[in-house]
């Protein structure tokens, strides 16, 4: 049975739709990481950010490798990074606007031009 592609598309934000699995992603689009690099940067119960990158990892957001005896994870494409930056650039608008841009957000933009 085939998915309708406005309900695949909103299970594909629903899957977005964390903010441990958007730091996740950001993070990632350095490069691969070990699980274990992940919790200096997102602070989050490690039982809680453990998960987020498999489900990422489920849904073909992400992916990971194998290097014995650490798994690095990575992005599994461009898309998703330029979606987060989609992302922010809309927030930063519909944010600027009303004069409440978070101070995180204005520096993402300057450090993005």
């Known amino acids: 049975m085939s998915v309708p592609p406005c309900q695949a598309k909103a299970e594909f934000f629903r899957t977005l739709g964390h903010p441990v699995r958007i730091r996740v992603l ?8 070990p699980l274990r690099d992940l919790p200096a940067e997102i602070e989050v119960e490690p039982s809680v950010l ?13 992916a990971s490798a194998r290097e014995a005896p650490t ?36 520096e993402a933009e300057v450090a993005a031009k």
């Not at 453990?50 to 992400?62: F, M, N, T, Y």
């Not at 990575?74 to 930063?92: K, N, V, Y």
Request: charged share 25%; no cysteine; glycine share 10%.
């Open 71 to 106: 798994v690095f994870h990575g992005s599994a494409g461009g898309d998703a990074a330029d979606l987060l930056r989609a992302a922010r650039r809309i927030l930063t608008e519909m944010l600027s606007g009303r004069n409440v841009l978070p101070v995180e957000l204005r």
């Open 50 to 62: 453990s998960q987020q990158p498999a489900v990422l990892r489920r849904s073909g957001i992400a």
């Open 26 to 33: 950001e993070l990632l689009q350095d490069g691969p990481m």
